[in-house]
């Protein structure tokens, strides 16, 4: 792929929320790709303390990519280039955004935010968040998302401190586990039960995930198509993780 068309695409690619991982050379981004396995919330940014792309003026640029796609292809993980046709998981992703999936890694982890092939039509690709695995239980009560965790009940007293709770059949289920977290997740206010006849999006009974497989919604939580409508996705499925990168440039004065 052509050096100029890859940092067009990056440049296309811009994420408000997650940890920002500083990328200055090849190493740092081998190491940032490798953290895409860990079930956090990133960004990566090209720049320097400065502000300024940490590649942008690197003898070594063109070395740098060259030797991260062959990295990748050694990997057997191929990097595609997705853009994304609908509002379904905005404020993070928006419409016609573009983003980077790293086919291959696709180890199911909660919080990931995966493409996928549609259950229904595999001619089709999703993006959403992965909100509970194989194993975790979860409802929703007034659209609310709860989620208890395969670990069980003393998993959720250490994790999830100071966080609302709710206890059913002695399980003990976390509000909004993911808000705190990924403040791209939000509801329309305008969508109603009284506006809305869609009982998917406020109410349902228990549901215990497959093993093997994946809840998955929208952040855009009111007006995303997503397993809340046709179930879990099994791994099989996923395609790989999406990366959201963000580049800044030096300020001008």
């Known amino acids: ?7 067009t695409l990056m440049v296309l690619i811009n994420f ?3 940890n920002d991982i500083y990328i200055k050379n090849y190493d740092d981004l081998i190491t940032a790709t490798n953290n895409l396995t860990k079930p956090i919330d990133q960004r990566w940014i090209f720049v320097d303390k400065d502000n300024k792309i940490a590649f942008e003026d690197d003898p070594n640029l ?9 990295y990748m ?3 057997q993980v191929e990097i595609q280039v997705k853009s994304i046709p609908t509002k379904a998981m905005e404020n993070t992703i928006y419409k016609n955004e573009s983003v980077f999936v790293f086919k291959g890694i696709n180890r199911l982890f909660r919080g990931g935010v995966f493409a996928f092939y549609y259950p229904k039509d595999k001619k089709t690709i999703y993006l959403k968040r992965c909100m509970a695995t194989g194993g975790d239980v979860i409802f929703l009560k007034d659209k609310a998302l709860y989620f208890h965790p395969v670990e069980g009940n003393e998993f959720v007293k250490k994790n999830y401190k100071g966080y609302k709770t709710e206890t059913i059949q002695q399980k003990i289920f976390v509000k909004e586990p993911y808000k705190k977290q990924y403040n791209g997740i939000h509801y329309d ?3 109603t039960k009284k506006s809305n006849n869609v009982p998917q999006l406020f109410d349902s009974d228990l549901i215990t995930v497959p093993n093997n497989e994946c809840f998955m919604i929208g952040d855009n939580r009111d007006h995303s198509n997503d397993s809340r409508f046709w179930g879990s996705v099994h791994q099989d499925l996923i395609i790989g993780i ?7 440039r030096r300020l001008k004065h």
């Not at 792929?1 to 940092?7: A, D, G, T, Y």
């Open 1 to 7: 792929m052509n050096l100029k068309i890859i940092m």
């Open 242 to 248: 999406s990366l959201p990168v963000k580049l800044k």
């Open 16 to 18: 408000v929320f997650g």
């Open 62 to 70: 063109t070395k740098y990519f060259h030797k991260y796609f062959y």
């Open 189 to 191: 206010l305008d969508v």
């Open 73 to 75: 292809l050694d990997n």
